[in-house]
């Protein structure tokens, strides 16, 4: 008896999601391959990590997406071997390891934070790229005012309340934001002998605009914004050192070389999933400076027409890692699928349709831009609202966070602060003390 | 000149917070200390375990909270020493320490988790007293289902899905009834090698019935609609260990001495706070066999009538660890503050009002009792309901609790599944990856 054609994909980000979904129809048998139990709504991890939402509204459980798609099942694991020969994967949960085999493979692992050859920096500065990145985040962002409020020392106090944000894409632009609205706005009247309002917000970035994927208008714009809302920029600098408190530059201005800053966050780049150089072991792939899969134009590994690689790991004629490219070329992978089981081989080079790029500013401020046209302000927040209510509401049950989200942005109002006594106190002393152990063995 | 009457509370649970609160018009000055941001909300710290509500709905940030009571500081650190004869307390954060300078003292740090000698449990069996053991089982009970679907071996997907409760007051039956709904409703549909609904939900208790607080009737109500449910309930078991894959019990039946289990719960018993020990050592004062502080009937530490103990730490009359003694009799020792402050010194002592107690147990079904009224079924969870949703409306900005939490009580959804990767792979794992490491370090 013939099997079901079997297509594994790998990821559960925007590329693997769609992908199945894609698939969903389809004579095949899907199995999605994820770390964690649930999709990331990346665009919005940052409102994660300052408050505004709590992780269940952006992190769906991949079952409950997928629960309707009856050929479709999701393996909770983690891929620690390819054989790109025998077409099977090894798959690794806590001691558990199995082996999953497949006719059509996708791999969509994306990317991890990038700290230019400085592994060492993640520690005092973590990135943004997970739900435990924006609750370590919000752990140490609603923990340095806390400090600075027990702090006598008015230049400690000065660290507890400077907060260095690096990178100035999307992600360090709209996270800047949040923390001038969250020292400003939110916490107003919160505190009695600090005023949060005094927070220094630092945005620094080694090239010398913000934005680099946005039109020069839109740049402009936001820059002028930021400027407005009160962030401090220092473009062309080089973040050559972090420590505990605080960051080293490359500037210029001696006041800038040292940063000191309890505080901060790390935006500034991506380097592909080390599913690449799996990839590139197994079949002699050649990957690009990010270590990103160079594959064909139609996002197959070369030499592997079985194997698809999409999203923030493929690197195909410059297209960039968002969201936008990781849906497309998933349901291109889906797509080519279906038209090889119906006999029709014939690869067609993957297309992708730029929708254009959005960032939020502030409350009421954005930018987008859709084809040639350029949008600012109040009209950009309000298609960014409209395009992030409806892509979260796609997923079911996500309805209320309308109102959850909504309220939240219009009334200022951040319920989403819990720092825990574990952040707070550290692992070692709460297990001294017979509390809960989180992660430290494996779990049971 | 003379300063205003300082008032220190030590704890922002519903003791510490409430007396506060009735202090908000007094002529002092508070400053109320808490080893976290946030007040928590107790008795839905199960719904957090179980997936229905975020951290943030139930547990809002006590600037928050207080944030337009100007006579009020909020303190975020840990109380190590107390000096009854100074007056003062040592408090420490971080590596920070400083001394807090008080004319009355509320201790009302509360109780945490009992092993009843065997700490080594809480390692396997977390409690249910912190948002750090919320979303640590929350992890355990939605992995579990997890490794339940990639394991091949039957004996130990069994394991994987048999949920060991040990303790049966409201807090065990609460959470008992929660698994029940979360296998048999929630995660319908969302697996495809396991059944959720086949999960086994174990309910343990060394005393010979559940919810021992609670009227005969009620119990015997309780029991059957747990038995209804398909709890599998064993009274009169004393659990004598617990390691990572089961517990062991004493009982007659031999299939019942050794429990295989991957999940499981402790909500069996209650240990006073070390502050208890601090105030025993620096005042002489007696504790109960569980560490709670004897008073004097006024609340006040015998010898010291301007120290408080009040709440679970609070050992009087035989008061049982419920939100509303703290509740009460934290507003009596506000009252006293204020009465002593326009110069009447006569103690008055403190009166509990029972106001009776409540457990829901599954959707539309709970147990009651006001004064000598007993509800039970719909008419007592309708009851609860509007308890609860009036409580925690009464914390700022919590109205959308409310959509939320009826959608997700009515819908059966639980939006709140996240398991972390640090949850699945352990800290060590993450570390070696250069991510995030929370925790390990003191905080920046």
Redesign the interface.
Known sequence: MRHRHRVAIVGGGFGGLFTAKQLARADVDVTLIN????HLFQPLLYQVAT?LL????I???L??VL??QRNT??????VVGIDLDGRHLTVQ??D?R?EIAYDSLIVATGA?QS?FGH?EF???A??MK????A??LR??I??AF??A????DPSARRRWLTFVVVGAGPTGVELAGQLIELSRHS?R?????IDPAEARIVLLDASPTILGAFPESLRQRGTRDLQDLGVEMHLGTVVTGVD??GVETNSADPRLRRIEA??KIWAAGVQASPLGQMLAAAAGAELDRAGRVKVEPDCTLPGHPEVFVIGDLMSLAGLPGVSQVAIQSGRHAADTIRRRITGDDTPRPFHYRDRGAMATIALFRALATIGRVRVAGFAAWVLWLAVHLAALIGF?????VL??WT?ALL?G?R??????????????A?AAQ???????????
Do not use: C
């Open positions: 770390r964690t139990n649930h408050g709590s992780e269940g509204d992190a769906p459980p079952r409950e629960r309707k099942s999701v393996v909770l694991g983690e949960t806590l558990q199995s991890s700290y592994p993640a520690h005092h973590p990135g997970t739900i435990d990145d609750l370590e752990g140490r609603f923990g806390e400090m409020e027990r702090e006598p916490l009247g919160n505190f009695r002998r505990e408190r309890a505080a079911r049950n996500r309805v209320f109102f959850n309220a009334g109002g319920a989403e602060r819990v720092v825990t006594a574990q952040q707070v106190f550290g692992r070692h709460m017979a509390a809960v152990t989180r992660g430290e063995v494996p779990r049971v």
